[in-house]
């Protein structure tokens, strides 16, 4: 991109699955689509990293190409409980219900493949209204613009975000190393078997994945409140019973998103919308976002079709029901933690329920971590 002023239809500010499930979504349409990221892709990225075959689906992805040169780690079962107690194996024999991916190779494989004009390693730094456009930067000019930046984004703070204040976020640390022939050899993880474990208080999960010879350990809470302190005994436990027996790496990484029937963010303004992590979309019980962000840009690119190049809020709005239909209600009002004597006996059943079988099978991980529930978007 020049210096000189530069119009497009559609600006999108992020390069994330959200980002480019947009631009995907829009391509073929006869529209000028452009994609803004501060970044250089590939870039690091922080997360577990699966997709269920409903991803795919919905993204009409080729598995076998995809896997050429990338990981794409099959999943047939889970390892669930609670911190501290035996875990039950869940094990499905109909083949992979999920896929390990590195964010690193995923991301940069959806952008390159979206048919948007690329423009990266380039921030959002300044943007205003000017009649029924944006200025962007002071030479980009856009009808619409789609804020797909991650928790951070600068366009869902432009809208009225309170970008780290009164939300109720899930802090989460981890890290994701390529092992050495040595640990390799130590750890007891296996590839196609996730491993979660529930904290005592449920605020929250640890996790271990292993992805080949790649490695993903992580916590995730309700609350950073000496985050580090529950990151590092979940290690150490980890270590102690022997699913990884090496002492890991000390630089965890961290971030955080809104969980989606808290969030409050705008979806949609006058030629504006929010999508993915960027309006808080991430599933209440797992904080998995990936398949949000994807769907929400899927979504967010029907409306912008069906629009006919008018980008109101009144026109937008649809965005936001055909969200709500898709996700559930945003119940902001809803008590953050639950009073002491509900949250013992709260404590007390899911200690029952997550040593049986039935529940984590069939709640845990079918409903709550693959939503093997909800079809995928046609």
């Not at 600006?11 to 947009?22: E, H, N």
């Not at 600068?154 to 976020?169: F, S, T, Y």
């Not at 390799?184 to 271990?208: M, N």
Request: aromatic share 8%.
């Amino acid at each position: 991109m020049t210096s000189s002023r530069t119009d497009v239809d559609v600006l999108i500010v992020g390069g994330g699955p959200a980002g480019s499930s947009v631009a995907w979504g829009l391509r073929g349409q006869g529209l000028r689509v452009a994609v803004l990221d501060k970044a250089a892709f590939p870039r690091n990225k922080v997360c577990a990293g699966w997709i269920t075959p409903a991803v795919a689906r919905a993204l009409e992805l080729d598995l076998s190409e995809y896997a050429r040169g990338r990981i794409l780690q099959p999943i047939n079962g889970f390892l669930v409980g609670m911190m501290g107690a035996r875990a039950n194996e869940i094990r499905y024999d109909q083949g992979p219900v999920s896929y390990g991916i590195r964010r690193c190779e995923f991301d940069e494989y959806l952008l390159r493949r979206c048919g948007a004009e690329l423009w990266l390693g380039q921030s959002l730094a300044r943007m205003e209204r000017q009649g029924d456009r944006w200025l962007v930067n002071d030479v980009i000019g856009t009808r619409l613009i789609v804020g797909a930046g991650g928790h951070f984004c600068p366009v869902a703070r432009v809208l009225g975000a309170r970008l780290g204040q009164a939300e109720l976020v899930v802090a989460a640390q981890e890290i994701e190393f390529e092992m050495t022939a040595a640990q390799r050899s130590a750890c007891a993880v296996r590839a196609d078997t996730p491993e979660l474990y529930f904290c005592p208080d449920l605020k929250g999960y640890g996790w271990i994945f292993r992805k080949g010879d790649w490695l993903n350990v992580g916590l995730g809470r309700e609350d950073n409140h000496r985050l580090g302190d529950h990151v590092a005994q979940f290690c150490e436990e980890m270590r102690m019973h022997g699913r990884v027996g090496f002492h890991l790496p000390r630089r965890f990484h961290g971030h955080a998103y809104l969980l989606s029937h808290h969030a409050q963010r705008p979806l949609a303004a006058d030629g504006a919308l929010l999508v993915g992590d960027a309006t808080g979309l991430a599933y209440p019980q797992s904080g998995e976002g990936i398949r949000p962000a994807v769907e929400s840009g899927l979504l967010a690119a029907r409306t912008i079709l069906s629009s006919a190049g008018e980008f109101s809020e009144r026109r937008l709005n649809r965005y936001a029901d055909v969200i709500a239909r898709r996700f559930g209600p945003r119940t902001a009002d809803a008590p953050v933690s639950a009073p002491p004597v509900v949250s013992g006996w709260r404590q007390a059943l899911a200690r029952y329920a997550l040593s049986t079988r039935w529940f984590n099978r069939h709640v845990v991980i079918d409903r709550w971590f693959l939503h093997r529930h909800q079809p995928a978007l046609s």
